[in-house]
Every structure is written in structure tokens, then in C-alpha cells.
């Protein structure tokens, strides 16, 4: 399997894996699991913020990874886009956790930018 297929399943997991520092708040209902995030602070509070924009932003790179292949965009480019996009989006999620909230829009960004190449190089190529 191709390094950006592996950075697609890995992308994936980030927002389930960041979920269990919100989710390990003592408050939890089980019955209703997402109150608890209303009433949240802190780092528990940002992980769950980075838990949703881990989902938003997931799609996203996994279609255009997907276009790309099926395209036949060199592995190279592809590989490198999807590993770039996966660092970006670790140190996105990190920062938010860490309340680098200075950081935060341009890594967003630049994650966006990343799929947005991918998606585009599969038309170009």
C-alpha cells in the first residue's frame, strides 16, 4: 500500500484517537455523550474542537487522495502531499490541544492548500 494511502488511514484516526481526552472527562453520560461537551473546559474542550475539525477537514484529503490515484499522479508527488498534509494536520491538532490558538489559522490553511494541490494535480496530470 502506497505511503498515501497509509497517510489517509492515519489522517482518519486522529480525530477518533484526540476524541478520548474529551471523552475521558469524568462528567460523561454514556446515555447522552455529547452534553458533556457543552459544559467542558480547557483541554478537554480543545480536543473535542479538534476532534470535529478533524472530521471536517478528513474528507476532504481522503476524495483528493483518491482522485489522484485513479489518476495515476506519480507516487512521488503523492506521497509527499499526503505525508505533508498528515504532518500538517498532527501539528494542527497539537497546537490546538496546547491552546496555540496563534498557529492554529495557519496551519488550518495550509492544510486546505495541501488537498487543494492534491485534488488540482490530478487534473494537471
Known amino acids: 500500500m502506497s505511503i498515501a494511502f497509509w497517510c489517509v488511514f492515519a489522517g482518519g484516526l486522529i480525530p477518533v484517537l484526540v476524541v478520548f481526552v474529551a471523552k475521558s472527562d469524568p462528567r460523561l453520560d454514556v446515555q447522552n ?28 484529503f481522503a ?10 499522479v506519480p507516487a ?17 491538532t497539537g497546537a490546538y490541544m496546547a ?3 496563534g498557529v492554529r489559522p495557519a496551519l488550518w490553511a495550509l492544510s486546505v492548500i495541501i488537498s487543494s494541490l492534491i485534488f488540482f494535480i490530478a487534473g494537471w496530470m
Open 63 to 72: 476524495t483528493a487522495v483518491i482522485i489522484a490515484t485513479l489518476r495515476n
Open 99 to 101: 491552546d496555540l490558538y
Open 33 to 60: 455523550p455529547r452534553d458533556v461537551h457543552a459544559i467542558q473546559i480547557g483541554v478537554r474542550k480543545r480536543a473535542y474542537g479538534a476532534h470535529l475539525n478533524g472530521l471536517e477537514a478528513f474528507p476532504f
Open 76 to 92: 512521488s508527488w503523492l506521497d509527499t502531499l499526503a505525508a505533508l498534509w498528515l504532518a500538517t494536520r498532527v501539528a494542527y
